[in-house]
């Protein structure tokens, strides 16, 4: 039953020696999990296959754009036809206005829609438009929140809570990290301690509406409040990083879930229905001080590139039509079920929180709403799940502190398998001892 991976296997050793890690992202090298990234050859609706022809069932998603299954005929018609017209031109296109077009007709109050290339970059651009659009220089963030690889984002907690962050990376320069201010998810007091000292200075507050990137933790009212109340009441900007969680957890994404009042919000994996983009939005008045409007520069050759529009358009149109979200509840119901059952059956704590399609098994009692309680999960046991459910064909983030991904193309076949592979990956106690 035990898959064989020789293949997967020669193909990172060949990658290591010409690539970092052999990956182009690090959470792809399998560190967290130790073993054999699985090199993919191809994928289709719910499942991929790697190099050596196992079949694995998908829970990343490609890290979220594959909300439609892989290969999905709307999605691939599209990009078909786009690529009989030309690969780029660096000039505007109809399918521009027509995917602005669709992203404010799920988030109203977005006025104006700027396309990037990555998530990255919406991000980024957007807290360069709060810093040109406030005047001030330092941004808030949450620690165990990720919203890319831009240097004012890459910065953890300082010395203490009321301090300016240190980098998180090497190469990134101390002065940028000490912009950067690090407050605590879900913990609304903190927030309003940072405000008292530095609220004057605060240009904006990025945060993942859902968290995904800690494992998913969830929004109290509380906290929600707070961001908007203290936001508002010290003129900072409130940007929601939907990147995740955008046409994912509903049309309008966690601001329409949880009724947001964002000043921006960010864009990026399902609008690009698999291809590169990304996107930031928001009121008018804000939006008109991006260039050529305003002074806040921001550019890119590959902006609204032909075929990524046209993926993101097939994709927000699919998902329009026949809006799956109720069947994306009902599938992440009985998952989330399923497992609460056959841990408890085992007798191995945990907590598992979920929103819609996104879903974390954290390997400790819960409940885990802050990025502290998330930490202290017990990595071992997750790890032992996670190759458990591999070695069965079903394919689970390989950290911890990521969110699993479902699908419209994962039914209760693909339920009943998940649920099958759990059970017998349970039965082998030693692999989950504390
Ligand atoms: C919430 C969030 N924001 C931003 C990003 C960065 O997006 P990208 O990887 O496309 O640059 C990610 C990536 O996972 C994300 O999850």
Known sequence: MRHSITRSEELFKEAQQVIPGGVNSPVRAFKAVGGTPRFIARAQGAYL?????????????????????HNHPAVVAAIQQALSEGLSYGAPTEREIRLAQRVREAYPSADLVRFVSSGTEATMSALRLARGYTGRDRIVKFRGNYHGHADSLLVQAGSGLLTGGTPSSAGVPQAFAELTLVADYNEPQALEDLFQRYGEEIAAVIFEPVVGNAGVLIPTPTFLEALHHLTRRYGAL????????????????????????????????????????????????IMQQVAPLGPVYQAGTLSGNPLSMAAGLATLETLFQDPPYERLEAYGAALEQGLQTLFAEAGLPVAINR????????????????????????????????????????????????????????????????????????????????
């Open 238 to 285: 409130l940007i929601a990083d939907e990147v995740m969680t955008g046409f994912r957890l509903a049309k309008g994404g966690a601001v329409e879930l949880f009724g947001l009042k964002p000043d921006l919000i960010c864009w990026g994996k399902i609008l690009g229905g698999g291809l590169p983009v990304g996107a930031y939005g928001g009121r008018a008045e």
């Open 49 to 69: 296959w790697d190099a050596d022809g196992n079949q694995l069932l998908d829970y990343i998603g490609s890290w979220g754009p594959m909300i439609l299954g």
């Open 355 to 434: 929103v819609g399609s996104m879903i974390t098994v954290f390997f400790r009692e819960g409940p885990v709403q802050t990025y502290t309680e998330a930490v202290a999960s017990d990595t071992e046991r997750f790890k032992a799940f996670f190759h458990g459910l591999l070695q069965r064909g079903v394919y689970w983030p390989p950290s911890q502190f990521e969110a699993a991904f479902f699908s419209t193309a994962h039914g209760p076949e693909e339920l009943d398998k998940t649920l099958e592979a759990v059970a017998q990956a349970l039965k082998e106690p030693a692999a989950f001892a504390g």
